[in-house]
């Protein structure tokens, strides 16, 4: 190393002071060209992959627990019993499910639902666990995909014959 430092201090020693500042900021330059292309980029590129595996397994973790309603024997052998009310029970639920969700009725008498922002899993876990669970089933449906790639989502709700 002593070598080296011996050969570039005279090197160092000939430059002119603007050559010399000049040399020193081409390094800084580098410097940070290297920082961003080794350092930045691959972290930005690793979270944008992660929250990609994220909204996966969050979509995956829906279809699961549906399909674990499906065949869940208990829930078709018990009978449903409504002791708080539909309008409650929904509500009830859908704020389990991390949605914000307000109700009225619609123009068919029927309970209407709004969802401002809701993700694609919670919002159809909330509505398959409805169906499966409660026996009430969404009649009408109108979705659209915020800027955030959340979903806004109108419907409405009844009561299924026999539930």
């Given at each position: 190393m002593r070598r080296l430092t011996d050969r570039l201090y005279p090197w160092w020693e000939g430059r002119t002071v603007r050559e010399r500042w000049m040399l020193?900021?081409?390094?800084?330059?580098?410097?940070?060209?290297?920082?961003?292309?080794?350092?930045v980029r691959p972290a930005l590129d690793w979270r944008e992959q992660a929250a990609a595996d994220r909204a996966r397994?969050?979509?995956?973790?829906?279809?699961?627990?549906?399909?674990?309603?499906?065949?869940?024997?208990?829930?078709?052998?018990?009978?449903?019993?409504?002791?708080?009310?539909?309008?409650?029970?929904v509500t009830r639920t859908a704020e389990a499910a991390g949605l914000n969700l307000t109700t009225g009725m619609d123009a068919s008498g029927r309970l209407a639902f709004r969802i401002p922002d809701a993700s694609?899993?919670?919002?159809?876990?909330?509505?398959?666990?409805?169906?499966h669970d409660h026996g009430i089933a969404v009649v009408s449906l109108g979705v659209v995909e915020n800027t955030d790639a959340t979903l806004q989502v109108e419907g409405?709700?009844?009561?299924?014959?026999?539930?």
């Open positions: 020193i900021v081409m390094a800084v330059l580098l410097a940070a060209v290297f920082v961003w292309l080794a350092v397994a969050e979509t995956d973790l829906a279809w699961v627990q549906a399909g674990l309603r499906l065949t869940a024997p208990t829930a078709a052998a018990r009978p449903v019993i409504d002791v708080e009310g539909f309008g409650p029970l694609s899993a919670a919002l159809f876990g909330w509505m398959s666990a409805l169906e409405a709700l009844a009561r299924q014959a026999g539930g």
